[in-house]
C-alpha cells in the first residue's frame, strides 16, 4: 500500500498532504482499502480545461502546451497506477534488478528523521551499484549516521567551489554523510570531495533526487551519478523512470533537509534553491550554517540574508560539527579536519629565512598577485615566481583564478 | 621585326624568368597577347595602346604579337606593361636597344592611359631574382626604385613615364638609382614610441614577457578587459632584437609581395607587429587565395603576431596555426604549384578568463554560467595550446598602483639583456638548424639542457605533485633555458627551473 500510494504521489504534487489532511495520520492512511483511496484520490481527477491560448505570445504559448503535454502524461500514469492496484504496484518493482529497492514507511531501514514531515515520503525509491548486502547496510548507515547537507548555487565562483570541496571533503572525514542533490556546482562538488578516498565499508554520500532514482538528470552529472551509487546512496522519493520536473526539486529539497542533521549553504543568489532547503531545515528544527561570502556578491546574497535571519557561520567543517553536536570520528579514513583552517597552515616558522618564508607569511594574511608580493616583500619578480614555484609544489600555496596565490588549506 | 625584353613573374615570393617578345609584321591589323595571361595581362593592350600613343610614339595598322615566355607559366598581375610596350617600340623600330643582347636588361611596371608609370608589387622579389639570374640593369617605375635599389649587384634605372624609359633602354645605361646603405638604414630604426616604461605596475607580466622574447617562446596571456594585454603586447617587438639587414631584407620581401610597404620606408626596419581581428578569415590569417599571397602569419615573419579574444577566432583559421607555428613557414598548394612562405613569428595570444570577462577580477563578479565556461576554454585545441610555451593570468592593476612606480625599466635596457641571452643560444643552438630555446626538439632538450641535481630533483618532484604531461615538462625546461640564459648560466639551476614553473598553465584540476 506504501509503494503504491508512493508512486500515484510521484506524479500529483501534494497528494500525500492532502490525503494525510483527510486520513489525520500515515497508520491510517496506510491501513485504507485501495477502493477508499481511489475514492479519496479521484475526485480530484476532473480533466481540466485546455490552457486558454488566446492574446498569449507565442513563446509563453508553447512553454504552456508542453507544460500541458507533461501534465498529460503525469496523469496518464497517474490513472494507469489507481487501475493498477497496490498488488499489481508492488509485482512491477519485483523486476527491478538487484540494485533498485524501494523502502517503504513501515520498514525498519526507512530513516526515522523522515517521519517528522508534514508529508513525508511513503517509500524511498533507492539506488546503489553493489550488492544486496551492502545495500540494506548503507541504508542502516543513512537511518543512523548522522548527515549534513551541502547546498548551493549551480554556478560557484572559484571560492564556492574550494569551500564545497573543502566542506565535502572534511565533514565525511569527520564521519559525516554528505547529503546532496546531485545537481551542478556546489552539490557535485560536494559530492566529489565526498568520494574522493572514502572507505568501502562507510557510506559517504548520498544523492537525493528530485526524478527518478535510475534518472540521471542533469546529464552532465553522468560521471558522478556513477560514482555516487557505486560508493554511496541515490534516494528518491519519486518512483522509477519519473522525469524531473520544476515542482519535483523544492520537494526533493524538503527531503534533503529531512535527512539531515544540518543544512550548510555554500553560495546562493538571492533567489536560490538552496535557499527553500534552508527553509524546510528551520521549520524541521534542523541546524542552518552559511559559507560567508565577498559582501555585496551576487552569490553572497542567499547565505548573507539567511545569516541575518540567524543561522549560523560556516568557515570550515569544525563550525559544523560544533553546531550540530558531533564529536568527530577517527577512523573514517583521512586525517580528521583541523580545528580551524588557521591552525593548520604550513607553518612558516619551518621554512629557513628567505623569499619563501616572506612570500608564505604575506600570503598567510591574504591571496595575492606576484605583483602584490613584490611590494609587499620587497624582493623582484623572478625571485617572486621562482619562491612560488617550489611553494606550490610542496603544496603549501596554489594558483587561483586572475593571477592569485593562494596559501593551500589542508 | 622582332624584339625581345626580360622581364619577371612572381608567384609568392618566387621569381620566375620571362622573356617578353615582340613580332610586328604586315598583315591586318592586330595586337594579340599570348603565354597564358590572365584577366589584368590581357587589360594592357588597351593601356599600352593608349600609353604609346599619348607618349607621342605611333601605333602602326599592322599584326602584333606578344610572347610571354614560358608559355606554360601563368603571368599575373599589370607589371608586364612596361616590357611589352618596349618590346612593341623595339620591334616597330621607333627604339633602339642600347644595352647590346639578351638578358642584360629586364623591365616591370604598371602604365597609365598617359604613359606615366605606376610602382609594382613585390619589387624587391623581382630585383633580387634578376640578379641572381644574371640581368644587368632594372628598369622599373620611380615610386618602387628605393625598394629595389636595396639589391646590390644590380642597377636600378628609375623611371618616371614610358618616354623616359624609351631613353634608359636606348642609352644603354644612365643614371642609376644609388645603392642603398642597408646597415644605416636598419640602424635609423628607433626602438618606437611604445616603451615598456609606460607600463605601470604588472612587474610579473613585464618579466614573463621578457623570458618569452628571449627564448621566442609563444605566449598566452588570459585576464580581463583593461588589464593592459594589448599595451604590453604592442610593447613586444621594441625589446626584440634589433633587425639584422639580411632579416629586414627578408620582412621586405613578404610586405613588398603583398603590397603593404609605405612610399616613405623603402626597408621594412621595425620588427612586424601584426593584429588582425578575430573575424579574419583562415586564408587571410595563414595565406591563399587563387593566386597565394601571403597571409597574416607570415606578414608577422620575425615579429609579433597578436591574437585578441583568442578563443574568437575561426576554429579553422586557430587550426591553421598550428603548421606555421611547428615548421617557422607556410605551405600553401595550387593546382600547377605550391608556393612557401616563410612565418617564422612570435605568437602572443590574449584572452578574457570567461565569456563576461571578470573570472577571477578581484572587483567585477564573474556572471558566467559553467556550461559558457567551458564552451568557452574548449574552443581551444591542446595540440594548439602545446604550442604555446608560457601561460599568464594578467590580473588588473589594483588602483593604488597606477600611479606612481616610475622607476620601470625601459625597453632599451630589457633588450640589451634579450640580445645577451639569445647570443648564447645561438652559440649554444649552433648546428642544430634552430637559434632560439622554444624550438628545441626533446631531443635538443636531452642534449643541450643540463640541469643541477637539485634542478632534476625539483622537476621530478614537481612532475609528481602537479601531475605534469612529459609534455608539460619539456615545455617548462625550455622556459628554465631561457630563463637561465638570461641570467648567464650555463645549466639550468633551482630557481630558474621555479620561476618557469610559475609560467605554465593552471590545470583545470587544482582546486
Known amino acids: 500500500m506504501c509503494v503504491w500510494l508512493g508512486c500515484l504521489a510521484s506524479y500529483r504534487e501534494g497528494l500525500v498532504r492532502r490525503l494525510l489532511r483527510d486520513a489525520g495520520e500515515v497508520e491510517r492512511l496506510i491501513g485504507c482499502t485501495s477502493a477508499e483511496i481511489a475514492a479519496l484520490v479521484t475526485p480530484r481527477e476532473q480533466p481540466r480545461p485546455p490552457a486558454s491560448a488566446g492574446g498569449r505570445a507565442g513563446a509563453s504559448r508553447r512553454a504552456a502546451s508542453e507544460r500541458g503535454d507533461d501534465d498529460a502524461s503525469d496523469r496518464r500514469r497517474f490513472l494507469d497506477l489507481l487501475a493498477l492496484g497496490p498488488e499489481g504496484c508492488l509485482r512491477r518493482m519485483e523486476s527491478r534488478p538487484a540494485s533498485d529497492r524501494v523502502v517503504a514507511w513501515c520498514d525498519p531501514t526507512y530513516p526515522d528523521r523522515l517521519r517528522h514531515l508534514a508529508d513525508p515520503p511513503l517509500c524511498l525509491f533507492v539506488r546503489a551499484s553493489c550488492p544486496p548486502a551492502v545495500l540494506s547496510r548503507r541504508l542502516e548507515e543513512l537511518a543512523s549516521r548522522p548527515a549534513v547537507a551541502v547546498v548551493g548555487t549551480r554556478s560557484p565562483s572559484a571560492y564556492g567551489e574550494e569551500m564545497a570541496r573543502l566542506l565535502g571533503r572534511d565533514l565525511r572525514r569527520a564521519g559525516l554523510v554528505v547529503v546532496s542533490g546531485l545537481a551542478l556546482g556546489i552539490d557535485a562538488f560536494g559530492h566529489a570531495a565526498a568520494l574522493e578516498g572514502c572507505r568501502e565499508d562507510v557510506l559517504c554520500t548520498v544523492a537525493v533526487l528530485g526524478c527518478g532514482a535510475d534518472v540521471v538528470y542533469p546529464r552532465a552529472n553522468t560521471s558522478l551519478y556513477a560514482a555516487v551509487s557505486s560508493a554511496g546512496l541515490l534516494v528518491s522519493e519519486f518512483a522509477w523512470g519519473v522525469p524531473a520536473r520544476a515542482w519535483r526539486f523544492p520537494a526533493r529539497n524538503r527531503v534533503m533537509a529531512a535527512l539531515s542533521r544540518g543544512v550548510v549553504l555554500v553560495e546562493g543568489a538571492e533567489r536560490s534553491g538552496a535557499r527553500i532547503t534552508a527553509g524546510f531545515a528551520l521549520e524541521l528544527g534542523r541546524e542552518v550554517l552559511c559559507v560567508p561570502g565577498e559582501a555585496g556578491r551576487r552569490l553572497s546574497a542567499a547565505p548573507h540574508q539567511l545569516i541575518r535571519e540567524g543561522a549560523q557561520l560556516c568557515e570550515s ?79 603549501l600555496v596554489r594558483r587561483a583564478e586572475g593571477g592569485l596565490y593562494r596559501v593551500r588549506r589542508r | 621585326m622582332l624584339a625581345q625584353i626580360a622581364s619577371e613573374a612572381l608567384s609568392g615570393l618566387q621569381g620566375h624568368p620571362v622573356e617578353v617578345e615582340a613580332d610586328v609584321v604586315a598583315a591586318a591589323p592586330a595586337f594579340s597577347i599570348v603565354g597564358l595571361p590572365d584577366a589584368a595581362v590581357q587589360e594592357s593592350r588597351e593601356r599600352v595602346r593608349a600609353a604609346i600613343v599619348n607618349s607621342s610614339f605611333e601605333f602602326p595598322s599592322r599584326r602584333i604579337t606578344v610572347n610571354l615566355a614560358p608559355a606554360d607559366l601563368r603571368k599575373e598581375g599589370p607589371s608586364f606593361d612596361l616590357p611589352i610596350a618596349l618590346a612593341f617600340l ?6 633602339r636597344d642600347g644595352w647590346g643582347g639578351r638578358g642584360r636588361l629586364a623591365a616591370v611596371g604598371e602604365l597609365g592611359l598617359d604613359g606615366g608609370l605606376r610602382p609594382v608589387a613585390g619589387a624587391l622579389a623581382i630585383a633580387q ?36 624609359a624609351v631613353t634608359l633602354v636606348e642609352a644603354g645605361g644612365g643614371a642609376a638609382a644609388a645603392p642603398a646603405d642597408l646597415s644605416a638604414l636598419v640602424a635609423t630604426c628607433s626602438a618606437g614610441e611604445a616603451d615598456f616604461a609606460d607600463v605601470v605596475g ?118 591553421g596555426l598550428r603548421q606555421p607555428l611547428e615548421d617557422g613557414e607556410v605551405t600553401i598548394s595550387r ?30 563578479e564573474c556572471v ?86 637539485e634542478a ?29 640564459d638570461l641570467a648567464g648560466h650555463d645549466t639550468i639551476a633551482v630557481e630558474h627551473l621555479s620561476e618557469s614553473l610559475s609560467y605554465r598553465a593552471r590545470s583545470r584540476h587544482e582546486a
Open chain 2, 129 to 164: 631574382s634578376l640578379r641572381s639570374r644574371g640581368v644587368r640593369g632594372l628598369v622599373l617605375p620611380a615610386a618602387n626604385a628605393p625598394e629595389a635599389a636595396l639589391v646590390t649587384g644590380l642597377e636600378v634605372y628609375p623611371a618616371g613615364d614610358l618616354a623616359e
Open chain 2, 90 to 95: 623595339l620591334a616597330t623600330g621607333q627604339a
Open chain 2, 335 to 364: 593546382r600547377l604549384t605550391s608556393i612557401t612562405f616563410p612565418a617564422r613569428l612570435m605568437l602572443v595570444a590574449a584572452m578574457n578568463p570567461c565569456p563576461c570577462g571578470y573570472r577571477g577580477d578581484r572587483e567585477h
Open chain 2, 202 to 319: 604588472q612587474h610579473q607580466i613585464k618579466r614573463a614577457l621578457e623570458v618569452a622574447v628571449a627564448g621566442a617562446h609563444n605566449v598566452l596571456m588570459t585576464g580581463p578587459p583593461g588589464a593592459g594585454k594589448t599595451m604590453l603586447a604592442r610593447r613586444l617587438p621594441g625589446i626584440m632584437p634589433p633587425l639584422t639587414p639580411d632579416e629586414a631584407i627578408e620582412i621586405t620581401r613578404i610586405h613588398s609581395v603583398a603590397g603593404l610597404l609605405r612610399d616613405d620606408e623603402p626597408l621594412v626596419v621595425r620588427r612586424p607587429f601584426r593584429a588582425p581581428h578575430h573575424t579574419i578569415s583562415s586564408p587571410g590569417l595563414v595565406g591563399g587565395g587563387a593566386s597565394p599571397r601571403p597571409g597574416e602569419v607570415s606578414l608577422a615573419h620575425l615579429g609579433v603576431l597578436f591574437l585578441d579574444e583568442f578563443p574568437e577566432y575561426r576554429l579553422s583559421a586557430l587550426e
Open chain 2, 368 to 453: 558566467c554560467p559553467a556550461h559558457r565556461l567551458r564552451q568557452y576554454a574548449s574552443r581551444l585545441s591542446g595540440p594548439l595550446l602545446d604550442r604555446i610555451d608560457l601561460r599568464l593570468e594578467v590580473p588588473r592593476v589594483p588602483p593604488r598602483d597606477r600611479h606612481g612606480a616610475a622607476d620601470a625599466e625601459s625597453s632599451a635596457v630589457i633588450r640589451e639583456r634579450v640580445v645577451r641571452a639569445r647570443r648564447r643560444q645561438v652559440a649554444r643552438l649552433a648546428g642544430t638548424g634552430v637559434y632560439a630555446n622554444a624550438h628545441m626538439t626533446s631531443r635538443h632538450l636531452r642534449r643541450l639542457c643540463a640541469l643541477e641535481p
Open chain 2, 456 to 484: 632534476t630533483a625539483l622537476l621530478d618532484r614537481a612532475y609528481e605533485r602537479l601531475r605534469l604531461s612529459a609534455r608539460g615538462c619539456d615545455r617548462i625546461v625550455k622556459v628554465a633555458r631561457t630563463i637561465a
Open chain 1, 317 to 395: 567543517a569544525t563550525d559544523v560539527l560544533r553546531a550540530i553536536a558531533v564529536e568527530p570520528l577517527e577512523t573514517c579514513g583521512g586525517a580528521p579536519p583541523g580545528a580551524r583552517a588557521g591552525a593548520v597552515r604550513p607553518d612558516v616558522a619551518d621554512l629557513g629565512p628567505g623569499v619563501a618564508r616572506d612570500v608564505l607569511a604575506a600570503l598567510g594574511a591574504s591571496a595575492a598577485t606576484i605583483d602584490d608580493l613584490v611590494r609587499s616583500c620587497g624582493a623582484p619578480a623572478p625571485q617572486i615566481a621562482g619562491a612560488l614555484g617550489e611553494l606550490e609544489i610542496d603544496g
